[in-house]
């Protein structure tokens, strides 16, 4: 069953929902259509990898820290825009920007500023609004 949304906010932990909350609170301000969900590309790839089959979400927002594969993950398996937010969990948060920022070719991840969900879902929101001006 295929699951209609916009914006999927996909955190790797649920100690991010903090952080989350800003993206949720900016794309609900917006009435934009979104879905949270815990899943790690470390503890459950395989229902990770599910889901990115199932949604048809248009837009990712990648919430995660430590070494924060969790948007490369996605953006690995899906050629829709993947929004990094890196948490600032250890390392002040550097540790998961640089894992965010530096993906291999190809495999592109958007990044916002460590612990900014609000700039990530402020990101999908231009992007949304490119395919609604046609």
Not at 39 to 57: G, I, Q, V
Not at 77 to 98: E, Q, W
Request: contains cysteine; aromatic residues 4%; glycine residues 8%.
């Amino acid at each position: 069953m295929k699951i209609m949304v916009d914006v999927a906010v996909i955190m790797g932990s649920e100690s991010d929902s903090k952080v989350a909350e800003g993206a949720i609170d900016v794309l609900s301000q917006n009435g934009v259509s979104f879905e949270v969900k815990v899943l790690s590309a470390h503890r459950n790839p395989e229902e990770l990898e599910k889901y990115l089959k199932e949604t048809d979400a248009k837009i990712f927002i990648g919430i995660a820290g430590l070494a924060a594969h969790l948007p490369g993950f996605i953006a690995s398996r899906t050629d829709k825009p993947v929004i990094g937010v890196p948490v600032s969990a250890k390392l002040g948060g550097l540790d998961a920007l640089l894992s965010m920022v530096q993906m291999p070719s190809g495999v592109p991840v958007a990044c916002v500023g460590i612990d900014n969900a609000k700039n990530a879902a402020y990101l999908a929101l231009r992007i949304l609004k490119l395919t609604r001006e046609r």
